[in-house]
């Protein structure tokens, strides 16, 4: 395992949030890549989350918002308001992806860390500034995703996945240094 994982790795032991992170090394990768998967939710949706650490001066904070197949119609909609909220907000990087016929609309930022990581960073930047961010501003990105009506026709119209709801029992949560 790599430095900074073993450092957070360590920061969530110390913590108590053993419950939130679950670790997965990545296997035969050059840069001792692990990741950490967690979620964050929304509105009773549980969308997941992952800290990606590894050898090299940088790290990122993923987050998955809605993946599956997207009309073009839904697709110009997200973009449009991807682009709006990259504009607004510098630490994000909001985004589509596609690979594989899939497709994710996902939010990074990213961490530098260089000799210094300091792993309370990366919780603050979770819980601080990622978490306040999906509250507020997460419902534009549904709504952009929702505001096209996909009509079913002759043919197979596509699917967006909805992220899973919310377990009924309950999760450690952390309490803001802040009062």
Excluded: W
Excluded at 67 to 75: A, S
Excluded at 142 to 154: D, L, R, T, W, Y
Aim: glycine fraction near 4%.
């Amino acid at each position: 395992m790599n430095k900074k994982a073993e450092l957070f790795q360590q920061f969530i032991t110390e913590n108590e949030l053993t419950n939130l992170f679950t670790l997965r090394e990545i296997e035969n990768d050059q840069y001792n890549t692990v990741v950490f998967d967690a979620t964050v939710e929304y509105n009773d949706i549980v969308f997941p989350l992952f800290v990606v650490l590894d050898d090299t001066p940088f790290g990122f904070v993923r987050l998955e918002i809605a993946g599956g197949r997207f009309t073009p119609e839904q697709r110009k909609a997200t973009l449009d308001v991807l682009n709006q909220l990259n504009s607004e907000f510098k630490c994000f990087k909001h985004y589509l992806m596609e690979e594989d016929g899939y497709e994710a609309i996902l939010l990074d930022v990213s961490l530098m860390s260089g000799d210094n990581f300091d792993p309370a960073l990366v919780a603050y930047t979770i819980f601080e500034v990622l978490y306040p961010h999906t509250q507020k501003d997460l419902t534009r990105i549904i709504a952009a995703v929702e505001s096209v009506k996909v009509e079913a026709s002759g043919e197979e119209a596509p699917a967006v996945e909805e992220p899973a709801k919310k377990e009924s029992k309950p999760r450690k949560t952390t309490k803001s240094k802040k009062g």
